[in-house]
């Protein structure tokens, strides 16, 4: 079964062709990274104009790229929250449309289950899909979730930011040390020649809960930047590498830690990293060291906004009988559990 994904939730232009929700037909990606950049953010209306201009061509790329033609397709799976509405319409009316105009099943994903399904992703046959129960980590600009997923569909949320997330953190951070967006890229880079020990940041550990909270961390950060800055040396000699890897240390110890903790209280038999930080090498390097369960986590280009990783998901969902209707919006709030 191929099925045609197009994500537009955020600031990416995404299509892609799965077959049978594990093996990449094409995934192609329209980033405007540089176009927001000049922001320090993500604007909406830029984003949304930009989705305008871009998805026929990355649409019509993806179908050539995967050999295909309409013809071929089987379903379209497409985002339709959460995310900023203008970017969310544009790909929803576009998945409309082909389905309508081939008579194709309409599936509507959400954001954050597509990015748990790209772990379901391979680029060899051989490779075995993930076993449940099992929990996952969604860390991203937007989200900090622990999903507990015993079987396909089925997400039970055991704890989330209760402030800043993970990549919202890096963001901030990132902008504080003037590294430039997208903050996560950056602050790794900076940290590869930090030292972490220099500056022993604070962590949030919420004992007795899954939650998460990342605003103290950032504002110690924030502190820090000022007490240097007013030393004599000023901001020419402030350590940017030794903050952001302290930085990066403080995030990814309090993520591995509680990570690993709730996989054991919940008896799963793996732990899953998702969403654009989930790219970060430390947290992948940790995370692996640290848990006694098998860690699984997409390859770099899965994790951050593509469309691969949603047509995976609407090809589950279609197994499961779920196809929407006609009248599917936008819903930029939508949660997963």
Same mark, same amino acid.
């Given at each position: 079964?191929?099925?045609?994904?197009?994500?537009?939730?955020?600031?990416?232009?995404?299509?892609?062709?799965?077959?049978?929700?594990?093996?990449?037909?094409?995934?192609?990606?329209?980033?405007?990274?540089?176009?927001?950049?000049?922001?320090?953010?993500?604007?909406?209306?830029?984003?949304?104009?930009?989705?305008?201009?871009?998805?026929?061509?990355?649409?019509?790329?993806?179908?050539?790229?995967?050999?295909?033609?309409?013809?071929?397709?089987?379903?379209?799976?497409?985002?339709?929250?959460?995310?900023?509405?203008?970017?969310?319409?544009?790909?929803?009316?576009?998945?409309?449309?082909?389905?309508?105009?081939?008579?194709?099943?309409?599936?509507?994903?959400?954001?954050?289950?597509?990015?748990?399904?790209?772990?379901?992703?391979?680029?060899?046959?051989?490779?075995?899909?993930?076993?449940?129960?099992?929990?996952?980590?969604?860390?991203?600009?937007?989200?900090?979730?622990?999903?507990?997923?015993?079987?396909?569909?089925?997400?039970?949320?055991?704890?989330?930011?209760? @402030?800043? +997330? &993970?990549?919202? =953190?890096?963001?901030?951070?990132? /902008? !504080?040390?003037?590294?430039?967006?997208?903050?996560?890229?950056?602050?790794?880079?900076?940290?590869?020649?930090?030292?972490?020990?220099?500056?022993?940041?604070?962590?949030?550990?919420?004992?007795?809960?899954?939650?998460?909270?990342?605003?103290?961390?950032?504002?110690?950060?924030?502190?820090?930047?000022?007490?240097?800055?007013?030393?004599?040396?000023?901001?020419?000699?402030?350590?940017?590498?030794?903050?952001?890897?302290?930085?990066?240390?403080?995030?990814?110890?309090?993520?591995?830690?509680?990570?690993?903790?709730?996989?054991?209280?919940?008896?799963?038999?793996?732990?899953?990293?998702?969403?654009?930080?989930?790219?970060?090498?430390?947290?992948?390097?940790?995370?692996?060291?640290?848990?006694?369960?098998?860690?699984?986590?997409?390859?770099?280009?899965?994790?951050? @906004?593509? +469309? &691969?990783?949603? =047509?995976?998901?609407?090809?589950? /969902? !279609?197994?499961?009988?779920?196809?929407?209707?006609?009248?599917?919006?936008?819903?930029?709030?939508?949660?997963?559990?």
């Amino acid at each position: 079964m191929n099925v045609l994904g197009i994500e537009t939730s955020c600031d990416e232009t995404a299509a892609a062709v799965v077959e049978d929700g594990r093996r990449i037909l094409s995934n192609v990606v329209a980033s405007q990274v540089e176009l927001h950049a000049l922001y320090g953010g993500v604007v909406p209306e830029v984003a949304s104009r930009q989705h305008v201009r871009t998805i026929v061509p990355i649409v019509e790329r993806a179908l050539a790229q995967a050999g295909l033609k309409w013809e071929n397709l089987d379903a379209v799976a497409v985002t339709y929250g959460p995310g900023l509405a203008g970017s969310l319409l544009v790909g929803l009316n576009m998945a409309k449309a082909i389905a309508l105009a081939r008579g194709l099943p309409l599936v509507g994903v959400n954001h954050l289950e597509g990015h748990i399904y790209a772990n379901w992703i391979v680029t060899d046959k051989e490779t075995p899909p993930p076993q449940f129960p099992l929990l996952c980590l969604i860390v991203s600009g937007g989200h900090t979730d622990l999903i507990l997923m015993r079987e396909h569909g089925e997400y039970q949320l055991l704890g989330r930011t209760l @402030d800043d +997330a &993970a990549g919202e =953190a890096f963001d901030k951070v990132a /902008r !504080l040390l003037d590294l430039g967006y997208p903050g996560g890229p950056a602050i790794q880079r900076a940290a590869t020649s930090g030292r972490p020990e220099n500056f022993p940041l604070p962590r949030a550990w919420l004992r007795g809960t899954h939650n998460f909270s990342f605003s103290g961390l950032k504002t110690a950060v924030l502190r820090l930047v000022d007490e240097l800055s007013r030393r004599p040396d000023g901001r020419t000699a402030l350590p940017v590498a030794d903050l952001a890897a302290s930085f990066q240390e403080a995030v990814v110890d309090v993520l591995v830690e509680k990570t690993v903790e709730a996989a054991l209280l919940h008896e799963v038999r793996e732990i899953l990293l998702a969403g654009g930080v989930a790219a970060n090498a430390l947290l992948r390097q940790h995370t692996a060291q640290r848990s006694p369960l098998p860690v699984r986590f997409p390859p770099p280009n899965l994790c951050t @906004d593509n +469309a &691969a990783m949603i =047509a995976a998901a609407g090809y589950f /969902r !279609l197994q499961a009988g779920k196809v929407d209707s006609w009248d599917l919006d936008a819903v930029p709030t939508l949660r997963l559990a």
